[in-house]
């Protein structure tokens, strides 16, 4: 039986493959139907709907939503969205030009400690215009700075690290309002890594559709997810938010009826 996979993305954000690469990868990993969900952007758009009809693979809209909870990051996924409505565009505009604000930030916080970086060697990393810490951590392995992505991220990076800087972004609630206000289903990614089991019920009775409880975490998490997703009546959905690399694209051997479910809520 095809699988699906429904977390992938391009470098069009922060992702490494273009998306003919990606899609056919995809369709040599028996996946049947996806979602390129990447970070404030439908760029891929432009191309995959038609890449992915010539491949036979089903493409469901994606993208994946930077929103800000308590001023940590909290990623709302929405699926079958207009792509092309207004607000959402506007909106997600927005939130790459509050991306570049805080790589600004970021690299401020580096050059304050002798990290020596500017915006443009960041700026050559990204392919497209949905920059974010992947493409610092990318220009620090350039310069020198560090020997690896992960090493870039434990000491300058991530959150509590010497250049940490606190996302900016739209409210979680906002994130759920705007994406069905575009036609769209949203799904709360990776609650394990998000750490924020606090939020579930309220992203619920703001009309959430879906919880992420397939995704590069371990069994453990599974089954605590999903049964706050029962709990919630929230579809469990999952993807392997694949970046590229050595990610495992399509490994969790996720069945069709995931869909299903979610296309089942579609309009009400
Ligand atoms: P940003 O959108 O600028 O906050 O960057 C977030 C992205 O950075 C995530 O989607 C991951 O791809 C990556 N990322 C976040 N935290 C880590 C980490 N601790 N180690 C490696 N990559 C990370
Ligand atoms: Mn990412
Ligand atoms: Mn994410
Ligand atoms: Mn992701």
């Known amino acids: 039986m095809p699988n699906i996979d429904l977390h992938l993305h391009t470098l069009y954000s922060d992702g490494a493959l273009e998306v003919e690469a990606l899609l056919k990868l995809a369709l040599s990993k028996n996946l ?18 038609e890449i992915a009809e010539s491949l036979g693979v089903e493409l469901i809209s994606g993208i994946e939503i930077s929103s800000v909870n ?5 990623h709302i996924l929405g699926y079958f969205c207009d792509i092309q409505n ?28 002798g990290v020596s970086l500017s915006y443009k060697q960041v700026e050559e990393q990204c392919f497209g215009a949905s920059i974010s810490r992947p493409h610092i951590a990318f220009a620090l392995m350039q310069a020198g700075y560090v020997n690896s992505f992960q090493e870039a991220f434990e000491r300058y990076l991530k959150e509590g690290a010497i250049a940490y800087c606190p996302p900016k972004g739209i409210s979680s609630e906002d994130a759920v309002f705007l994406i069905k206000k ?34 590069y975490k371990t069994a453990k998490s599974v089954k605590k997810y999903k049964k706050i997703a029962e709990k919630y009546g929230l579809v469990a959905t999952g993807g392997s938010d694949f970046h590229g690399g050595s990610g495992l694209i399509g490994m969790q051997n996720l069945p069709y009826s995931i869909v299903e479910e979610l296309k089942a809520r579609l309009g009400s």
């Open 70 to 74: 308590n001023g940590r990051d909290v």
């Open 32 to 49: 049947s139907c996806v979602s390129i969900t990447d970070h404030d952007t439908f760029d891929a758009y432009a191309t995959a709907p």
């Open 86 to 113: 207004a607000e959402l565009r506007a909106t997600l505009e927005i939130q790459r030009e509050k991306r570049k604000d805080r790589v600004r930030a970021i690299i401020e916080k580096l050059c304050g400690i």
């Open 182 to 215: 575009a036609g769209g289903l949203a799904v709360m990614a990776h609650p394990e890594y998000t750490n924020a089991d606090e939020l579930i019920p309220k992203l619920a009775e703001c009309g959430i559709a879906g919880l992420e409880v397939y995704n």
